[in-house]
């Protein structure tokens, strides 16, 4: 049982992710996507269930994980004042990544040349969008954790994300990713899970071995 | 820890930097105050220059208010402290370096405010040594304060008007011993100012330890 403020907001969830797959979470508006996205980040307190994360045993230490994940969320984890180049130097330095890193990843995502002196606050929604997936590429995460990741993407940019994400699953990461969209992403997606009223209604699993991701 | 406490501290100042809140927001706010309360006295000399010491932590304490509420603000916006847990940092991390920069804007904020005092009030200062250790005593405890029922707030819709209502008591010690101290260094006052002074560094080691036991609790589950 994962809990938001008290309030269980998963029950009954039994879900095991495979190493290097990628996983697309479905379901109506409140069944949970986003929290079990975020109990897999060590964010969300779980009571009288059995959960591990990469190895890492989300009920006797939910932050060790954390290190290792990469969450973007529907909200842009960004500091409006901050220049675009202020903010991943900032990632940067969190992450203990170098600029090169730093600087690819910016690339990756078009952020380059006048942008990097604009304040966050000053670019557009989509642009904020790409800032903030550039500062969790900069984490190298082996687990990627993305709620509605291609919105407010134009075009070039959600090709951008796509080849990202399956760049990382050909390197070994797990990803999963919860999105409403029949796009491309949702189609390079090996496992459909939907999820309602915070329990998995239906689970496609892909044959793969080596589990690293078990939530329950 | 080190490190974490200087990458907050730094990113804060940053943000500081950039969008000088501190300077064109806070410092112009607490200046207003001196000046409305030296309406309120009717411009007495005499008066102005006993409350003198008062009015400063006053002054400063409300510029902590602000100062403390912006600092949690900017980390509520958009999910930023989730963003700093998976960067691994510790809760005390966040906290101490929250509080470090804090600190320094609020001694800016100190500077300006004892610069107003000497402009409007025409205080001498008599005990520069207690005056700018009794400031300093007393602003890192506002910093550390405010940072910790910034906190405690940070996210709540409520946050606004109850920040306020849960600092400003509980710095009320601050702000007796240091308007104590100011009294004896600003020489409107014979007491014992080192004590005061004394009392204020109690007191900051009082926060500094409820700081790090109220960290984890506090930051963990915002």
Known sequence: ??????????????????????????????????????????????????AEVLGFDLIADRRSVRRHVGLLGHRTPLYGDLRVDDQLRHCAALHRASDTEASAAAERFS????????????????????VALACVTIARPQLWLLDEPHAGLDRASRDALDELLGDAVRAGATVMFASHETGSARLAAARQVTLAGGRVSMSAPAPGAGSSADVA | MWREIWLICRKDLTVERRARVTLIQIVPTVLLILVVFAFAFDANPSLLG?????????????????????????????????????????????????????????????????????????????????????????TAAF???????????????????????????????????GTRAFDVALGTSA????????????????????GWAAAGPLLEDA
């Open chain 1, 111 to 130: 952020l380059e040349g006048r942008l990097l002196g604009v304040a966050i606050r000053r670019l557009s929604e989509g642009q904020q969008r790409r």
């Open chain 2, 50 to 138: 006993a409350g003198a010491g008062g009015l400063f932590w006053v002054a400063v304490l409300f510029g902590a208010v602000l100062g403390a509420k912006r600092s949690f603000d900017i980390e509520a916006e958009g999910g930023n402290l989730d963003a700093l847990r998976l960067g691994g940092l510790s809760p005390a991390a966040i906290l101490w370096g929250k509080a470090m920069a804090l600190a320094v804007q609020m001694a800016a904020v100190a500077v300006f405010t004892a610069a107003g005092l000497v402009v409007l009030f025409s205080v001498a200062v008599t005990d520069w040594l207690l005056l700018v250790t009794a400031a300093v005593f007393g």
């Open chain 2, 191 to 210: 007491d014992q100012g080192w004590s005061w002074t004394a009392l204020l560094a109690v007191v900051l080691i009082t926060y500094v330890a409820v």
């Open chain 1, 1 to 50: 049982m994962a809990l938001l403020d008290r309030f269980p907001a998963l029950a009954g969830v039994d879900l095991s992710v495979e190493s290097g797959e990628m996983v697309c979470l479905r379901g109506p508006n409140g069944a949970g996507k986003t929290t079990l996205l975020r109990t897999c980040a060590g964010l969300v307190p779980l009571r009288g269930a059995r």
């Open chain 2, 143 to 177: 910093a550390i304060c405010g940072c910790l029922y910034g906190a405690m707030t940070v996210g709540l819709r409520s946050a606004d008007t109850l920040l306020p209502l849960l600092l400003i008591p509980v710095a009320a010690p601050v702000l007796l011993a």
